[in-house]
Every structure is written in C-alpha cells, then in structure tokens.
C-alpha cells in the first residue's frame, strides 16, 4: 500500500490539450492514492513527465529536463516518463536515462495504481506499454485543473497512417467511447457547474458509437449541445476527409457549439498532400472551407502547416502559401518538418536542408502574421461574449475568450470571476489578441 505520510509528486506535461487531459487523469489518480502534488519538483519525492512526441523539439524538452536531475539534485527521487515519447521509445528510455524507474504510455492509464505499488516496492524499470485496444483510456479519477472548463476524451487512437505522424504508433488504433457515456460525464459535469467543454480526440470528427454506429461525430454534437448548464462546447483536431457538411449544420444550429474549427491542412500542393497520405486533396479540402465561409455564424478557421516535408519543391511551398491566402486563417501553428520515428517519412530522401526549411516557416509565419493583423482588425466594434480567465496585475485588464477562441483582454469598473461570462466591445486588436472594454 503507498506511504501517505509524505508523498509528494511533480508533474509537467509537453503536447497538446490531449496530453493536458491526461496529466489531468494522472494527477487525480495519485491524489485518490494519498499523494500530494507540489509545484515544484525540488520539493517532490515523484516527479512525472507526460511527454509529446509530435515534433522532435518538444522530445528533447524532456530528456533535457531529465538531465537536469542526473547527479545531485536527483537524489532521492523517483523518475517517471509518461505519454507518447514512453510509448515510443519504451524500455530503451532506461539506457538513456538509467535514473528513470517508471516508463508509461497513456494507454496504461488506468493501470496507474498497479505501477505506483512496484515503484513502492522498490521497482528501477517500471513499465505500462500496452497498447488495449478494448479500451478509451478512462481512469475512475480525474483531477481537472479548471472548475469551469472541462476536456472529455471522446474518441482517442488513430487510424489514417499520415507519413510524418507518431500517433498510431504511440495511441494505437481509433476507439470510440458510447456516447451514453460520453453525455453521462457531460451532464455529470454541468451539475458540478462547468460551462464550457472541449471534446477531444486525435481525430475527432471520426467518432463513432461503438453502440450504434449510425451516430457519428454530429449527431454527439447535437446531444452535447443540448444537455442544461453547459454554454460553449468546442472540439479539437478534426482531420479533413472526416469532417463532413452536417457538422457545420450542427454549429449553425445551436449557439452552444462554439463557431471554431480547427483543421489543420499540413500543405496546399496535392503531390505534398498525396506523399504525406493525407487522405483528401486541396480542392476536397476548400470545399470544407467554403462550407464554413457560407456559415450565417462567423466560424473562426485555424490550421497546422508543415514546411519543408521531403520532396516539397518551391512550387509546392508557393502553393502552400495560396491556399493559406485564399483561406485567410485566424489563426495557425506551423512547423519545419522533422523525422519521426516508425513513419513512413523517415525512409523519404530529405531534399532541405534547415537553412531552407527555416526560411519557408518564417515566410508562412509572417503571411499569417499579416492576415491575423488584418482579420482582428475587422472585429473593432464589434460587441464579444467572453468567458472570463483571469485577472493581469500588470495591465490592469481582465482576460477573457470569445467562442471563436480568441483571447480578449478588457477594462471594466465591476468585479469578476474566472468562469464569469459577459459581453465586451472590442477596440483594439493586434496580431494574436483583441481588447476592448466591458458592456455590462
């Protein structure tokens, strides 16, 4: 049985909003276990890394952090590797870094009490590798780091095989949850008073009810929509070949599905798309642009973009940067291209060379830089409903969001609560935030 005396545990986590959800079900698991989380890991016996493995940056993130703890500081402490570079890397994380003892994919989740009783015994390679395909990696307990905003994992794996991408490798194939489950923790939350929440799965809009496949990723919005309580209700990643037109009929429906999609595109050349096995070409991909450009809701549209994958010539990357002007996002995350392993692009020959590949991100970055300018610009006198997020001492301002995900900074005389909603006119804007001044 774990010591509850003096128990203490670190956690950081790298990666996306999948893996924040996950640390979320780490965090509650070892709490329900006696231990207790500090904030600093000099003042923790445990200290965890929930990993991403997506970019080869964010992988050395965590092996530098581990670094940090190879001789003196590290004494004493247990070291644990979690998420997506454990599954991928598995034991051969114990010769590269001898002082970790817990290796743990997110698939052994819920196997989380089985491991911390080896770590107590004394356990130096502790492993949780496990790829279940009969499970959606749900654990009894989640910690949830906000009392207003909540992520449900609806779907999680992948099946599409993108050249580039990891993920198959380290969640495994697309399981769906039921979606009388997916709606009972939706409600359950709304009780508990959350308002606002974030559906999550690799791919997402790919859901199905293993219980009745005739309700897909729509039909779940449209439930969710309308369970009491909840007042914005968001989605993340959708992949292009399964977004399909009655998700953006569900969106114009009901207010409560928040009017931001993010689908990311990787390239606009077909020959890049066909050699990255993106399933869709660039004209099946503009016409679910066009879907949301009829939308009667303004539907905020971000992406990811990738420069640089091999064989990209400059014609390719000129293509690239038409469809980012044609589309005109509100928003994008792009990246140099970088070899994963176990993927298919690895074998690919790499024809850029870094100096290339950099100066192709910084022209993409600055494009959508200008486009950002412009497009926030066009909100000025507008009126926004926000969530409020907080308060900065330093500007004097409230933070709050829109339902298009944008961040709207806002001076007001009344007093407010994280969680609190209200609208704000917008005026000013810049390139990555809006601000504005409370109406009511």
């Not at 092996?63 to 051969?92: I, N």
């Not at 990811?304 to 400059?314: A, L, N, Q, S």
């Not at 022209?363 to 997020?389: K, P």
Request: charged share 25%; net charge neutral; hydrophobic share 35%.
């Amino acid at each position: 049985m774990v010591d509850t005396l003096m128990r203490t545990f670190y956690i950081e986590t790298f990666g996306c909003q999948m893996n924040v959800h996950d640390s979320e079900k780490v965090i509650g698991t070892l709490v329900e276990k006696g231990y207790s989380r500090v904030e600093e890991p000099a003042d923790a016996e445990l200290i965890l890394y929930n990993t991403c493995s997506i970019r080869d940056k964010a992988e050395q993130k965590v092996f530098s952090r581990l670094q940090q703890f190879k001789k003196e500081a590290g004494k004493g402490k247990t070291f644990g590797v979690l998420g997506c570079v454990a599954q991928q890397e598995g034991e051969k994380i114990f010769e590269r870094a001898p002082h970790v003892s817990l290796v743990c994919g997110s698939a052994s989740y819920t196997k989380l009490p089985q491991l911390l009783v080896q770590l107590e015994a004394g356990g130096k390679r502790v492993t949780g590798l496990s790829l279940d395909t009969d499970e959606t990696f749900e654990t009894p307990y989640t910690r949830r780091d906000s009392p207003h905003r909540a992520y449900i994992t609806i779907i999680e794996g992948c099946d599409k095989s993108c050249a580039y991408c990891v993920v198959p490798f380290t969640r495994g194939p697309e399981r769906s949850r039921t979606a009388a489950g997916i709606l009972a923790e939706a409600r359950e939350l709304a009780d508990m008073g959350y308002t606002e929440i974030q559906l999550l799965g690799q791919n997402v809009n790919s859901y199905r009810d293993p219980s009745d496949a005739s309700q897909d990723f729509a039909a779940l919005l449209r439930a969710i929509g309308r369970v009491p309580g909840l007042k914005r209700v968001r989605f993340t990643t959708s992949h292009p070949r399964d977004f399909v037109k009655p998700i953006i009929d569900a969106i114009d429906e009901n207010p409560v599905l928040c009017n931001h999609v993010h689908l990311p595109v990787q390239a606009g050349s077909d020959k890049v798309l066909a050699a990255m096995r993106r399933l869709y070409t660039r004209d099946d991909y503009m016409r679910r642009i066009e879907w949301m450009k009829r939308s009667p809701r303004r539907i905020a549209i971000t992406t990811d973009i990738i420069v640089g994958f091999p064989g990209e010539t400059e014609e390719d990357f000129q293509q690239t940067l038409s469809l980012i002007g044609g589309v005109e996002y509100d928003s994008m995350f792009s990246f140099k291209y970088s070899p994963r392993p176990n993927t298919a692009a690895v074998g690919m020959a790499d024809s850029l060379d870094e100096l290339e590949k950099g100066r192709r991100l910084s022209i993409v970055q600055e494009r959508q830089r200008a486009i950002q300018i412009r497009r926030n610009a066009e909100l000025i006198g507008a009126t926004e409903e926000v969530m409020v997020e907080g308060f900065n001492q330093g500007t004097g301002q409230w933070i709050g969001r829109t339902g298009q995900n944008r961040t709207l900074n806002f001076t007001s005389p009344g007093t407010h609560r994280p969680g609190d909603y209200l609208d704000v006119l917008v005026t000013r804007s810049g390139p990555n935030s809006l601000a504005g001044e409370a109406v009511n």
